[in-house]
């Protein structure tokens, strides 16, 4: 029924930027907060930071001062703007849609996107 498709991941050296957006796409009434987790290889899944419908965000620690979160709630989009990249940033980042509400339907949903995969060379 709702669909995160992200974009902007690559390959960047340290230091570079780089930045990432996810876009819901269905039948959506609302969604109350977005956000991006990552992966990283042979490690758990972690938040990296979000936003919700009225602006406020949380990030990570290991990410404050280097990330910016925003987002276009008329496009159901969020960004994620990364500067100052280091080789630790590596993972795999996820867009996640929470709360979402659907037309027609009284419950709330949580959903996620395929990955972007991000790899930043020393």
């Known amino acids: 029924q709702v669909q995160l498709v992200e974009s902007g991941g690559g390959l960047v050296q340290a230091g570079g930027s780089l930045s990432l957006s996810c876009t819901a796409s269905g039948n959506i009434l609302s969604i109350n907060a977005m956000g991006w987790y990552r992966r990283a290889p042979g490690k758990q899944r972690e938040l990296v930071a979000t936003i919700t419908s009225g602006g406020s965000t949380n990030y990570a620690d290991s990410v404050k001062g280097r990330f910016t979160i925003s987002r276009d709630n008329a496009k159901n989009t969020v960004y994620l703007q990364m500067n100052s990249l280091k080789p630790e940033d590596t993972a795999v980042y996820y867009c996640?849609?929470?709360?979402?509400?659907?037309?027609?339907?009284?419950?709330?949903?949580?959903?996620w996107g395929q990955g972007t995969q991000v790899t930043v060379s020393s």
């Open positions: 996640n849609a929470d709360r979402v509400r659907l037309r027609g339907l009284l419950s709330s949903y949580n959903y």
